[in-house]
């Protein structure tokens, strides 16, 4: 199957991309992954003892996993066999293990890379599994997505998961630089521009090399303004059903919960700015009120509501500004788990205690049988109490008294704990009573 990506046949002087001429030619000069190529990261180790295993990179587009995988084949004399898994379907892959097998019979091994890796089916994952263990192909597998939701256990087992971090500006600048050297001219773009192109380039070396190609052929310097208007900006890494979208929303959980709303606005202007749906931020948002801060504000759970109710009258763009005021509310409301935690716990006893029945004396008796069989005898009625308050149990009588809700010295939880240790001490007034 013959290699797309393969430049190998083409003239000396044919055009080629930016990204083409500055693909790096030894791993020492890949920028940004030091902490997997250095000489004590996995790669370094693996090439410094000649024992490179199969792998799978995971990380953003843009930051060298193709040219990772090239340049091991390089380092370690194995022939380079790139494929999609966007175009290659089971047929292909029998191609591509049947010449591997061909290739290993003459004593070349084969380095198979697959792009897009995550895309392949279970059935396709599970077909490199017996040519990864017998030594045919030494697979290295690239993904955007985070491995250990979309590859298979099997595969996963026989692959070591090496992660590539996101460039940063210094790196991205470096490879500005890179460019300047071999196009032998300086990046027409005034200091606060060129800033701004690393910042639309978000981390993406790839889309840097092709904004570059167009800013080169410009005249004159071009300010920030420019820039704005001559390029549009990278849309920013973000999948509604994949990992960044669940990093997101723990980053404003997390942030409301540690009662930061500058971080919490952030993270919520990400989402949005991504495409998020509003209503299931409206939905998590309310969430976060009941979980987080409880009955330490109980306005809290009110705000997300309205907030909820006014993005769905008003819609995009201005309802969005609802659910930024409610952020803004919870990130600043006092903080107690407890109704939470009260209620995890009281459901575990449930399950634990089975069909436990209350006990008879605050049971109804509509009929004279259960009059007989002792159900309501002995009920009090709290009403016709001292303090309004009996201290009967409640709980079933063979369970021992469930203490669930504590809560905390915050906010409106100070007034109900104080309402708590009021009836605690009644009930051991009234026990002591009878037992008087």
Known sequence: MPDLFDTSTQAENAPRPLADRLRPKALAEVIGQGHMLGADGPLGQMLLHDNLTSLVFWGPPGVGKTTIARLLADETELAFVQISAIFTGMPDLRKVFESAKLRRQNGKGTLLFVDE???FNKAQQDGFLPHMEDGTITL???TTENPSFELNSALLSRAQVLVLNRLTPAHLELLVQRAEKELGKKLPLEADARDALLEM???DGRALLNMLEQVFGWQGKADRATLSKRLNRRAAQYDKSGEAHYNLISALHKSVRGSDPDAALYWLARMLTGGEDPRYLARRITRMAIEDIGL?????Q?????????????GSPEGELALAQAVMYLALAPKSNAAYAAYKNAMNDAKRTGSEPPPKHILNAPTSMMKEQGYGAGY?????AEDGFSGQNYFPETMKRGIYYLPVERGHERELKKRLDYFARLRDKRGKQKGA
């Open 117 to 119: 890796i995550h895309r």
């Open 140 to 142: 290295v597998g690239a």
């Open 201 to 203: 380039a978000d981390g």
């Open 296 to 300: 330490a504000d109980p306005e809290a």
């Open 302 to 314: 009110r705000q997300c509501l309205d907030a909820w109710a006014t993005y769905e009258r008003l």
């Open 380 to 384: 009090q009625y709290d009403h016709d």
